[in-house]
């Protein structure tokens, strides 16, 4: 009987119902009424031996043995039964929105790249023959630092002076042959360049310098 409940095992465990557990449920409640109805009130002395009493506690054995296997077997394959047919469901979170990013602020006014500064090379010369005149009588230059460069080929010492208005704001010595340079840092206006030899201007030797 042993035997034949291991044997049956993988066949119980194959099924999907839980017959094979009433089954075995079913014998063993028959056997316990077959023992004490039938042969416990019909026999009093039974089981009579060692023998029977072994026979007894074997086949009890058996059917409760096959009674577990089959509970066991059936209600796991339920389960499975179950999970299987019980459709997943997984809720997907719809994919998030990127976050969208807030400007910082900035204050204050960002500096321009810095440029270098402008200057302007002007020549100046004197009459060579030595009239009281200069070669020219409107010069033009870029605000920033301007450099006059003043050639005097005359035997007439000469200078050059740039005022704004009445105020002198620079001036070379007076000289006859050669160069003298004069450097000066000017804002965009209107200034006036000349000689300061005394005569030489009212005669004519003076002019205008713009700015821009």
Same mark, same amino acid.
């Not at 042969?39 to 096959?66: H, K, W, Y």
């Not at 459709?87 to 321009?112: C, M, N, Q, Y």
């Given at each position: ?84 047919? +019980?459709?997943? /469901?997984? =809720?997907?979170? &719809? #994919? $998030? %929105? *990127?976050?969208?990013?807030?400007? +910082?602020?900035? /204050?204050? =006014?960002?500096? &321009? #790249? $810095? %440029? *270098? ?15 009281? %005149? ?79």
């Amino acid at each position: 009987m042993h035997t034949i409940a291991v044997q049956l095992a993988p066949i119980l465990a194959a099924e999907k119902s839980k017959v094979p557990f009433y089954i075995a449920g079913g014998l063993v409640v028959a056997w316990a009424l077959l023992l004490s109805l039938a042969l416990g009130t019909r026999r009093p002395d039974f089981p009579r031996n060692l023998q029977e009493q072994r026979v007894v506690m074997a086949i009890s054995a058996v059917l409760v043995l096959a009674a577990l296997i089959t509970a066991i077997v059936t209600s796991g394959g339920s389960t499975k039964s179950e999970v299987a047919q +019980t459709p997943s /469901t997984s =809720t997907e979170s &719809p #994919p $998030s %929105s *990127p976050t969208p990013t807030t400007p +910082t602020a900035t /204050t204050g =006014t960002p500096t &321009p #790249p $810095s %440029s *270098p500064a402008a200057s302007s090379s002007l020549s100046l010369a004197a009459d060579p023959a030595g009239a009281l %005149s200069y070669n020219t009588k409107q010069l033009i230059a870029k605000a920033g630092t301007v450099t006059i460069t003043m050639a005097n080929a005359s035997p007439v010492p000469h200078d050059v002076a740039v005022a704004e208005g009445s105020k002198v704001l620079g001036s070379v010595p007076q000289f006859t042959g050669g160069t003298k340079t004069l450097t000066l840092k000017l804002k965009p206006g209107k200034y006036t360049f000349y000689c300061t030899v005394p005569g030489h201007r009212p005669a004519g030797m003076e002019g205008t310098l713009t700015v821009s």
